[in-house]
Nanobody, 126 residues
Framework: QVQLVESGGGLVQAGDSLKLSCVAS????????MAWFRQTPGQERTFVAA???????YYADSVKGRFTISRDNAKNSVYLQMNSLKPEDTSVYYC????????????????????WGQGTQVTVSS
């Protein structure tokens, strides 16, 4: 049984930082890319960042330079360090595991994810 559990969300002011964590239980995911998506009510879930098995990282343009994704394979975990937060970053953030073994490209979509967490709310006030 695979389970992804996110933590670290909360209410912060614009310009503040937060670090999200996601721990996966079940088989090790070191050979798969892990990703973060976010979703606001009434909108589609969108890609935020991904890190592949070789530690290559990819970001949405809207977060590039502000967010940093990292992973700890020994802990089967992925993290998202979010700096210089803006009100438009307010969303529910979801971690996910890509279904493609050894994928090292830059294309990450909801349809390529095999497992999802339950989400953690991030609210940024102005």
């Amino acid at each position: 049984q695979v389970q992804l559990v996110e933590s670290g969300g909360g209410l912060v002011q614009a310009g503040d930082s937060l670090k999200l964590s996601c721990v996966a239980s079940g088989p090790p995911f070191s050979l798969y890319a892990m990703a973060w998506f976010r979703q606001t009510p009434g909108q589609e879930r969108t890609f935020v960042a991904a890190i592949n098995s070789g530690q290559g990282a990819y970001y949405a343009d809207s977060v590039k330079g502000r967010f940093t994704i990292s992973r700890d394979n020994a802990k089967n975990s992925v993290y998202l360090q979010m700096n210089s937060l803006k009100p438009e970053d307010t969303s529910v953030y979801y971690c996910a595991v890509d279904r493609r073994l050894y994928y090292s490209g830059s294309d990450y979509f909801q349809s390529t994810m095999a497992y999802w967490g339950q989400g953690t709310q991030v609210t940024v006030s102005s």
